[in-house]
C-alpha cells in the first residue's frame, strides 16, 4: 500500500482502518479526494452501512407515473409520522423534479458540507419534537431551475450520496419520495438497501393510464420481495370549495378492481383540493397546516399502516435475537448445569427462559 499525501487528523493512514477518514461525506465531495490513498471504495461502503445502522424504517413512496402526487404523498406521510412524535427523513430521490425542498419550505435554500457529512434542512412546526430531515438535490442545484442531465452512471452514484452522504442521524423512518418509472434509481436504491427493514407505499390516481403504470411498480415489488403495504388513491375526488360536497373526476371502479386483482389494499383516498395544493405551495404539509381537515384526516390510514408494519418489522426481529440469545445462553448454561439432576436442570432452564424474556 502506498502511504497517502493526506492523513486525516494528522493520523498514521496506515494504522487506519480502511473506511476510518472520520469523514461524513463521500469521497467526490472530499478537499484531499486527489492525494488521499486509503480505501475509498471501503470509505463509501462503510458510510452506508453506518447511515443505515441508525435508521429503523425505509418507506419508499412510488408512483411509476409523474404527476400522481407522489411527492404530496411522501410530504404528508413524513410530516404525519413526524407529528406522532417519530424521528423522521424525507429523501427527495426524484433527480429530475426535486419537490420536497419547496414542500416544506425550503425553496431556494442550500446545504454545507462538513466533517460530519452534507447538512439536511431540519423542517420545524409546533407539536413536532423532532424536526423532519430534509435531504435533496435541489439544495445543491445552482438555481431551481436547474435542468439535471444525467447519465445513469451519475444518478447511480447521487442514490449513494443520497443515503451515505446525507448527515441523517438516528431515525425512526426515512420515507424516499421516488421518482417515476422503475429505473436506474429505484434498482440502484433497492440493491443498496438489500437486507435493510424496507417496505413500499403506492401513490396513484384513479386514471387507467396511471393504474397501468403504477402496476409496474407493484410487479417490481413482487419481485424484489418488497413489501408492499397498500396503494394511497390520489385526487380521488374534489371536495367543492364552497358547499364541501366531494364528486368524482374519474370512475374510480377499474382502480378497485385491480388493487383488489393484486391483492393490494387501498389506504387512502386522498381529494383533489386547494388545502392540498396551497399546502405544498406554502411549504407546510397538511397534515401539520390544517390536522382537523378532511385532507389531513384522509391520511391517517397510511401513517397508521407506516406504524403498524414498522411494529410488526420490530417485534419479528425482537423475537430473532431473543432466540439467538437463548440458545447462545443455552449452550453455555447447559454445560454449566450438566452435573445436576434432570429436575433441577428443567427448572433452572425454565427460570432462565424467563429472565430473557423480561
Ligand atoms: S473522504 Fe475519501 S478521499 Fe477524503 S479522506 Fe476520506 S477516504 Fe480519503
Redesign the pocket.
Given at each position: 500500500m502506498s502511504v497517502s499525501h493526506?492523513s486525516?487528523d494528522e493520523r498514521d493512514p496506515l494504522a487506519l482502518a480502511p473506511a476510518d477518514?472520520g469523514?461524513g461525506?463521500?469521497?467526490q465531495f472530499?478537499p484531499?479526494?486527489s492525494t488521499?490513498s486509503?480505501d475509498?471504495p471501503a470509505?463509501e461502503k462503510h458510510l452506508i452501512e453506518s447511515r443505515l445502522g441508525q435508521i429503523g424504517q425505509i418507506l419508499l413512496v412510488m408512483a411509476n407515473k409523474g404527476g400522481v402526487g407522489k411527492s404530496t404523498v411522501s410530504a404528508n406521510v413524513a410530516a404525519g409520522l413526524a407529528a406522532r412524535g417519530y424521528r423522521v427523513g424525507v429523501a427527495d430521490a426524484d433527480i429530475h423534479g426535486p419537490n420536497q425542498s419547496r414542500f416544506f419550505g425550503f425553496a431556494g435554500q442550500r446545504i454545507r458540507l462538513s466533517q460530519e457529512g452534507l447538512s439536511t434542512q431540519a423542517f420545524h412546526a409546533e407539536g413536532i419534537e423532532h424536526p423532519v430531515k430534509v435531504g435533496s438535490l435541489a439544495f445543491m442545484m445552482e438555481t431551481d431551475d436547474t435542468p439535471i442531465v444525467w447519465r445513469d452512471a451519475y444518478k447511480h452514484d447521487f442514490m449513494h450520496h443520497l443515503v451515505g452522504s446525507f448527515d441523517w442521524g438516528p431515525l425512526d423512518y426515512l420515507v424516499v419520495d421516488m421518482p417515476p418509472g422503475t429505473g436506474n434509481e429505484l434498482i440502484t436504491l433497492a440493491d443498496m438497501l438489500e437486507g435493510q427493514d424496507v417496505a413500499a407505499l403506492l401513490a396513484t390516481t384513479p386514471q387507467e393510464v396511471a393504474l397501468m403504470d403504477s402496476l409496474k411498480a407493484v410487479r417490481f415489488c413482487q419481485e424484489r420481495s418488497l413489501p408492499l403495504l397498500g396503494a394511497v388513491e390520489n385526487m380521488s375526488g374534489v371536495v367543492c370549495p364552497h358547499c364541501s360536497g366531494e364528486f368524482h373526476l374519474f370512475p374510480r371502479a377499474h382502480l378497485a378492481e385491480a388493487l383488489a386483482e393484486h391483492d393490494i389494499e387501498s389506504l387512502a383516498q386522498i381529494p383533489l383540493s386547494p388545502a392540498l395544493a396551497s399546502g405544498s405551495d406554502s411549504g407546510r404539509p397538511v397534515v401539520i397546516d390544517a390536522p382537523e381537515s378532511p385532507e389531513a384526516k384522509a391520511f391517517a390510514p397510511v401513517i397508521d399502516a407506516c406504524v403498524e408494519h414498522a411494529r410488526a418489522m420490530f417485534a419479528e426481529a425482537a423475537v430473532a435475537s431473543l432466540d439467538t440469545l437463548e440458545q447462545g445462553a443455552g449452550s453455555d448454561f447447559d454445560a454449566a448445569i450438566a452435573d445436576l439432576p434432570r429436575d433441577q436442570q428443567d427448572e433452572l432452564r425454565g427460570q432462565l427462559a424467563d429472565l430473557l424474556r423480561q
Open positions: 493526506f486525516p477518514c469523514r461525506h463521500s469521497c472530499c484531499h479526494e488521499c486509503l475509498k470509505h
